[in-house]
């Protein structure tokens, strides 16, 4: 899936997204927006900010810039920000996520809510994410992940190699995005609708011995320690 798929895929959605996918989506998107109010931090960058479903939900005191590659869902996204008067928003700029133009430590939290499966390079966006966020800011992740057995997991392959038309990959793995000896997990947690949605919690820092809260759903990826099995924290 390259950016041109992307694009075409979310031009598509631009106009019925908030229609079809706003109530899917609310529940991860909540918990990802109450855990980002809580953080001191206060200029917020969102990856993939989409028709801007998440602006109003920012507590006013913040700056979010907001970004993503569809120009059309942009456009959605600008005209919320002027009918609801979101005077909190700095900016909506259409970027590539895997390539954001903003200098090193820009922002004190940084937002990804159902980006991470749709970008050709998940790992590089991981990377971006975190250069432009402050060193011990934090990084908040709401996404689909594969299941590793069972139903879902089979209905989840037969659909990726129809990744170019959705626009996402059904079959993404988690430990294949989140390498727990890389980045501090401060807490993880599935969310409705029927826990299809992971909120992930992150310390722009190096893991120094402590094991990353996370959801059990999850095991071992072949190559490193697997993604830790104890409860869930910082989500609150």
């Known amino acids: 899936m390259d950016l041109d798929a992307i694009k075409s895929a979310y031009g598509r ?20 927006l109450a855990a980002a109010n809580r953080i ?7 990856v993939g900010v989409g028709t801007g479903l998440s602006l109003p939900e920012y507590r006013p005191d913040c700056r979010v810039v907001g970004i993503d590659i569809s120009a059309e869902m942009l456009a959605i996204a600008r005209r919320r920000v002027e009918r609801l008067k979101l005077g909190h928003v700095e900016a909506l700029l259409e970027m590539d996520a895997e390539n954001l133009t903003f200098r ?32 011990g800011g934090d990084i908040l992740i709401c996404n689909h992940f594969a299941a590793r057995r069972g139903v879902r997991a089979a209905i989840e392959k037969a659909m990726a190699p129809f990744s170019g038309r959705l626009g996402w990959h059904p079959d993404f793995n988690l430990d294949s995005f989140i390498d727990p000896d890389e980045i501090h997990v401060r807490g993880m947690r599935t969310v409705n ?36 099995k104890e409860p869930a924290k910082g989500l609150g």
């Open 13 to 32: 959605y631009a106009r019925h997204y908030d229609t079809f996918f706003g109530n899917l989506v609310k529940p991860g998107r909540r918990a990802t």
């Open 40 to 46: 001191a931090g206060r200029r917020i960058l969102e």
């Open 104 to 135: 090193d430590a820009a922002f004190d939290v940084v937002v990804a809510l159902y980006t991470a499966s749709v970008v050709p390079n998940p790992q590089r966006l991981l990377r971006e994410m975190r250069r432009v966020c402050v060193p």
């Open 193 to 228: 609708p029927f826990g299809l949605f992971t909120v992930i919690h992150c310390r722009n820092e190096k893991p120094n011995g402590v094991r990353a809260a996370a959801h059990a759903g999850y095991g071992e990826a072949p190559s490193r320690r697997p993604v830790s």
